[in-house]
């Protein structure tokens, strides 16, 4: 199946870490994709993972990868309230070079 | 990053008339454009691929006399949404890609649509 998950909602208060998690199905994914999407606009990229990475850091946004489990997750530190949107994981299948799209996890960060 | 424009970023149309969407890369050639839908409070679902000149390729579900693509040039996609309904109301936003082997999409800002 092409089936991506992600949990629905996240809260978080201003200052805290937040993690976004995120499992997928196809385990020949190439590259693996964090978007955030504000209220009404498209998506932005933050920032991918190369399947053969364990781990990637950029600045505030660190992304971990299990490959075993099929599990990606993104950790956003010192989160702000300009960081409130939904945050889609988005996987590339092999085979079909499609993006597909995880369900989406609204982020709210509250002061 | 990379532009993406897609225009109009919002639609009011009657039903059963027909609506285009146009999505341009204003500084890469997109050798392949996609079309996804987004319902209210859902994930992005992929409608159909697009490569210059040639047919869009759609995804199971999607009716291709309906939503028709057309991908005439490297810098150009529209989706026109033929005899639109209530039920085609809807978020749809187009991504392009410079090459099969970049790795990242870059999106439009999106189309919403209302079908009175």
């Known amino acids: 199946g092409e089936d991506v998950e992600q949990s629905l909602f996240l809260s978080v208060r201003e200052g805290d870490s937040s993690v976004i998690n995120c499992t997928y199905t196809?385990?020949?994914?190439?590259?693996l994709y964090w978007y955030k999407q504000e209220p009404g606009a498209g998506l932005q990229l933050l920032t991918y993972i190369f399947s053969n990475m364990d781990m990637k850091q950029d600045q505030r946004l660190t992304v971990l990868l299990n490959k075993k489990d099929k599990h990606l997750s993104l950790r956003i530190a010192d989160t702000q309230t300009g960081d409130s949107a939904i945050y889609f994981c988005?996987?590339?299948?092999?085979?079909?070079?499609?993006?597909?799209f995880g369900t989406g996890t609204r982020l709210q960060v509250f002061p | 990053g990379a532009v993406v424009s897609q225009h109009p970023s919002r639609v009011i149309c009657k039903s059963g008339t027909s609506v285009k969407i146009e999505c341009r890369s204003l500084d890469f050639q997109a050798t392949t454009m996609f079309w996804y839908r987004q319902f209210p409070k859902q994930s992005l679902m992929l409608m159909a691929t697009?490569?210059?000149?040639?047919?869009?390729?759609?995804e199971q579900g999607v009716e291709k006399d309906k939503f028709l693509i057309n991908h005439a040039s490297l810098t150009l996609s529209t989706l026109t949404v033929t005899s639109a309904h209530p039920e085609d109301s809807s978020f749809y936003i187009c991504?392009?890609?410079?090459?099969?082997?970049?790795?990242?999409?870059?999106f439009g800002q999106g189309t919403r649509l209302t079908v009175v």
């Open positions: 697009s490569n210059e000149g040639s047919k869009a390729t759609y």
């Open positions: 988005a996987e590339i299948h092999h085979n079909t070079d499609k993006l597909i």
């Open positions: 991504s392009a890609r410079e090459d099969p082997g970049n790795t990242e999409a870059f």
């Open positions: 196809d385990s020949s994914s190439t590259y």
